[in-house]
């Protein structure tokens, strides 16, 4: 990929503007390492998640010689960096960094990297690597990361040249924080770090074959979307992570609340749209409730808005939807018609779209028909759990949550029932507020990210506290990570529910392989979680009864000082209901009322 850059002398290290009029001293030649250095800066970078190895002992050497500005984080493993990286990107809305050796330290990255190229999340990786003469060779903890990770990025450089370096970082920051967002992988040799060269940041960046200003959509394309929505009698709005990383949530609000238009979001949309709002339907798709499922089968009109139509949000893709039209609105134009044919597509930045379309939108003071039929829906088959057993469970857990924080806090989520339950029950009234991983579905991501969002909310001084919920075995994949929350005294709420099982992969199992629980009981080899907690310097509490959780949830916030890990033992055969069978239509779903007996 091709670079042009136009050099910004403001950013220039004293002596260093690249330029020699006559008489002025020569540009100052300064390491590799150092421009590395001084081009973070440049590019206003707040914090770094890293680990350091022999590949960039120079890069770690520099950080200590010249204390930057901004701050370097020691993770305990460079996966843990990665989710951090993206817990800070979508909590600030900022491209999150990485910076980690050659060889195992960058290959540890992968997951992560994965992780936030499904989700469109703006994080730079920065490896080291051997020197460029042995590329190739098979040295010491050599490996080729731009071929291991070409298809998880968004682009990977690799720096051959000292006098690149500085216009390669420019252009990495610019495309993973422009357009859709998405991983960037820059490798740098070690003897490009001990190079030296005048150091100037460009000011500007211009990439071939990437534009990243949205050319505006047609007025005519926008004006048949609102005639669409005008005309329509059963439209729901399908609201995506991308209308968060527009920036788009308030317009998506006024259009809703204008056309009395109900809605219904993905996983990654939670919190586009306040879900105490009556036009809220909550989260569609598998695990998705009843009412949005059946008010998507029964639409006329769909306005999709930063979604991607994947397959835990459509199910039996030939049986979605099967009277809507589509009107969507979305950034990459890969995405439309890629899975469900768009009648109208609008691409580009959905926060530019929506102000064009929001105000030729008719306003409405009611769709009495439509809303009461929803309505109608949410009343027959409502999101409900067993407590009157006296057992506890994972949804009251989370209702308490909600009622603690009142829905303002930053809550971060693993993958799996807890994933779900959370999504059900928590109720997200702001963008930025709920943080997962959904396209990859990666255990162990929520507790290094709730640490990378935990250095945002300090920087943004949001003030919200940030909450981790994990169940027991993804907490544990990454679980070192609880050192590094310590370290930095991060007053992070650590929820873990314990059911001594892989509970999502034991839901399957008994509903769908006739209850044959193949190596998904935990019981044997599960820690004591509070234990854990206070061998890495945190505070640990547990509840095991209803009747404490309250209790519990008010010593963990009184403590500001240090992370706590609430560990909640919950029943161990509880299920995540309503659920659509993998493959089956939305609207075939199976509820908690019925037994496993009927769809096995």
């Not at 150092?34 to 190895?53: C, K, N, Q």
């Not at 998506?252 to 993905?266: G, S």
């Not at 039929?373 to 027959?380: F, Q």
């Not at 507790?447 to 909450?467: D, Q, W």
Request: with cysteine; proline share 6%.
């Amino acid at each position: 990929m091709e670079t042009q850059v136009k050099v910004n002398p403001a950013k220039a290290a004293p002596g260093g503007d690249g330029a020699s009029p006559e008489g002025s001293p020569a540009p100052v030649a300064v390491s590799g390492a150092e421009i590395f250095v001084r081009s973070l800066e440049a590019e206003g970078v707040e914090v770094v998640f890293g680990h350091p190895g022999g590949a960039v002992i120079i890069i770690y050497d520099e950080i200590a010689r010249l204390q930057p500005k901004f701050q370097h984080v020691l993770v305990r493993h460079e996966q843990g960096g990665t989710h951090a990286a993206a817990g800070y990107a979508k909590t600030t809305g900022k491209v999150g960094t990485v910076l980690v050796t050659s060889g195992p330290g960058a290959t540890n990255t992968v997951t992560g990297i994965a992780d936030a190229y499904m989700d469109s999340v703006g994080i730079v990786v920065f490896t080291g690597q051997v020197p460029t003469h042995l590329i190739g060779n098979d040295a010491f903890q050599e490996c080729d990361i731009i071929g291991v990770t070409r298809s998880i990025t968004k682009h990977s450089f690799l720096v051959r040249d000292v006098n690149e370096l500085a216009p390669t970082i420019r252009a990495a920051y610019h495309l993973a924080g422009t357009g859709r967002p998405g991983p960037v992988v820059v490798d740098i040799p070690k003897d490009v770090q001990l190079a030296r060269a005048p150091f100037s940041y460009p000011e500007t960046v211009k990439i071939r074959g990437y534009d990243a200003q949205q050319q505006p959509v047609e007025t005519t394309r926008v004006e048949r979307a609102a005639r669409m929505i005008n005309k329509a009698r059963h439209p729901v709005l399908y609201v995506g992570g991308g209308a968060i990383n527009s920036g788009a949530s308030d317009l998506v609000t006024d259009l809703a609340r204008k056309a009395r238009i109900p809605v219904t979001t993905t996983l990654h949309g939670l919190g586009a749209f306040p879900e105490n709002d009556p036009l809220s339907m909550g989260m569609l798709g598998m695990h998705g409730t009843w009412c949005a499922n059946q008010a998507i089968q029964m639409s006329d009109l769909i306005i999709a808005v930063g979604a991607r139509f994947d397959d835990r949000v459509t199910g039996k893709l030939d049986a979605w939807a099967p009277n809507a039209r589509i009107i969507h609105i979305e950034v990459d134009p890969s995405c439309i018609s890629k899975n469900v044919y768009a009648d109208c597509a609008l691409v580009g930045d959905a926060r530019q779209i929506l102000e064009g379309l929001v105000p030729l939108v008719d306003p409405l003071d009611d769709r009495p028909e439509w809303l009461a039929k929803i309505a109608e829906w949410r009343a027959e088959c409502p999101l409900e759990y067993a407590d009157d057993d006296g057992a506890l469970r994972c949804q009251y857990v989370i209702e308490r949550l909600k009622e603690k924080t009142g829905g303002h806090a930053v809550v971060l989520t693993d993958v799996g029932q807890n994933q779900m339950w959370t999504a059900q029950y928590f109720q997200f009234l702001h963008p930025r507020t709920h943080i997962t991983s959904g396209g990859l579905g990666t255990m162990g991501f929520s507790l290094p990210a709730s640490i990378g969002a935990a250095f945002g909310v300090r920087e943004m001084g949001a003030g919200l506290p940030v909450i981790s919920i994990s169940g027991d075995g993804g907490f544990l994949m990454n679980s070192q990570e609880l050192g590094v929350a310590a370290a930095h005294k991060l007053p992070i709420k650590i929820v873990v529910i314990n059911n001594n099982f892989l509970g999502m992969v034991r839901q399957w199992q008994e509903l769908f392989h006739d209850r044959r629980f193949s190596h998904t009981d935990l019981t044997a080899t599960n820690p004591d979680f509070v234990k854990l907690a206070e061998a890495y310097h945190c505070v640990g509490l547990r509840a095991s009864k209803p009747e404490q959780v309250d209790d519990v949830l008010e010593r963990a916030w009184a403590i500001n000082d240090r992370p706590v890990l609430m560990e909640f033992q919950v029943v161990q055969e509880e299920m995540v209901f309503p659920m659509v069978p993998a493959g089956a239509p939305s609207d075939q779903m199976i509820t908690r009322r019925l037994t496993p007996n009927a769809f096995v």
